[in-house]
């Protein structure tokens, strides 16, 4: 490899020999051949080993292609500013031509102008978003797969407190009603037996006279010796 070769176009020329033999290993497989596996292994372990020369050397043109794609963007940012400053220019002009400032001949030759410049930076603009693309691509290939970072273990839930059984209250026992006995029949109230009838006094016996009651004025003495003579 020729050392006036700009580090850009040995890159390129890295890349096609990765994508030959990227083609060769894949076609080796499946090539319809009678060769022992001893020799599709040796023929498949010289394409591999060339294959990882390819990468190894890629990667020391990392910076150059790193600087490559900053310019690119660089300039792409650049006539992306000057697009937009024409069209400034050429929306006033058009203003000024509405108000009568600019006849059309001005009119024209500004549009026209302007319209030219667009066309350009727009072609421009194509080229270096192409090429911008291409090394993001070239980076890509050099920096190799990246690894699929393993997924964050999910934290398991912190185990929730059991909340302590409470016993089911027992079954208050059943009541057992005692049936309260009657009251007892008071035995009925004997009815009045009927007074026995007064003996009749024998006859001739002497019948009872009550007593007159004495005078209020009667001496004591007197009520007595009557009282004997009774």
Same mark, same amino acid.
Request: hydrophobic residues 40%; charged residues 25%; proline residues 14%.
């Given at each position: 490899?020729?050392?006036?070769?700009?580090?850009?176009?040995?890159?390129? /020329?890295?890349?096609? /020999?990765?994508?030959?033999?990227?083609?060769?290993?894949?076609?080796?497989?499946?090539?319809?051949?009678?060769?022992?596996?001893?020799?599709?292994?040796?023929?498949?372990?010289?394409?591999?080993?060339?294959?990882?020369?390819?990468?190894?050397?890629?990667?020391?043109?990392?910076?150059?292609?790193?600087?490559?794609?900053?310019?690119?963007?660089?300039?792409?940012?650049?006539?992306?500013?000057?697009?937009?400053?024409?069209?400034?220019?050429?929306?006033?002009?058009?203003?000024?031509?509405?108000? %009568?400032?600019?006849?059309?001949?001005?009119? %024209?030759?500004?549009?026209?102008?302007?319209?030219?410049?667009?066309?350009?930076?727009?072609? /421009?603009?194509?080229?270096?978003?192409?090429?911008?693309?291409?090394?993001?691509?070239?980076?890509?290939?050099?920096?190799?797969? /990246?690894?699929?970072?393993?997924?964050?273990?999910?934290?398991?839930?912190?185990? #929730? @407190?059991?909340?302590?059984? #409470?016993?089911?209250?027992?079954?208050?026992?059943?009541?057992?009603?005692?049936?309260?006995?009657?009251?007892?029949?008071?035995?009925?109230?004997?009815?009045?037996?009927?007074?026995?009838?007064?003996?009749?006094?024998?006859? %001739?016996?002497?019948?009872?006279?009550?007593? @007159?009651?004495?005078?209020? %004025?009667?001496?004591?003495?007197?009520?007595?010796?009557?009282?004997?003579?009774?």
């Amino acid at each position: 490899m020729a050392d006036t070769e700009s580090p850009l176009a040995q890159v390129d /020329q890295l890349l096609q /020999q990765r994508s030959q033999y990227e083609q060769w290993l894949a076609k080796l497989d499946g090539a319809g051949s009678r060769a022992p596996e001893s020799v599709r292994g040796k023929v498949r372990a010289d394409y591999e080993s060339r294959l990882a020369g390819v990468m190894a050397e890629l990667r020391t043109h990392a910076a150059a292609v790193a600087a490559a794609l900053a310019g690119h963007r660089g300039t792409l940012s650049a006539l992306q500013a000057r697009r937009a400053e024409i069209e400034e220019r050429l929306a006033e002009a058009e203003l000024r031509h509405a108000v %009568g400032e600019f006849t059309d001949d001005e009119w %024209g030759a500004v549009s026209q102008e302007a319209e030219s410049a667009l066309a350009e930076i727009a072609r /421009q603009a194509a080229g270096e978003e192409a090429e911008i693309a291409r090394l993001v691509e070239v980076e890509g290939v050099i920096a190799g797969p /990246q690894p699929v970072p393993a997924p964050a273990p999910t934290p398991e839930p912190e185990p #929730v @407190a059991a909340e302590p059984e #409470v016993p089911e209250p027992a079954p208050a026992p059943a009541t057992r009603v005692v049936p309260f006995p009657a009251p007892a029949a008071e035995p009925p109230a004997p009815e009045p037996s009927a007074a026995p009838p007064m003996p009749e006094p024998p006859v %001739g016996a002497p019948r009872f006279t009550p007593k @007159a009651p004495m005078p209020a %004025g009667r001496p004591a003495a007197t009520r007595g010796a009557v009282d004997e003579l009774d």
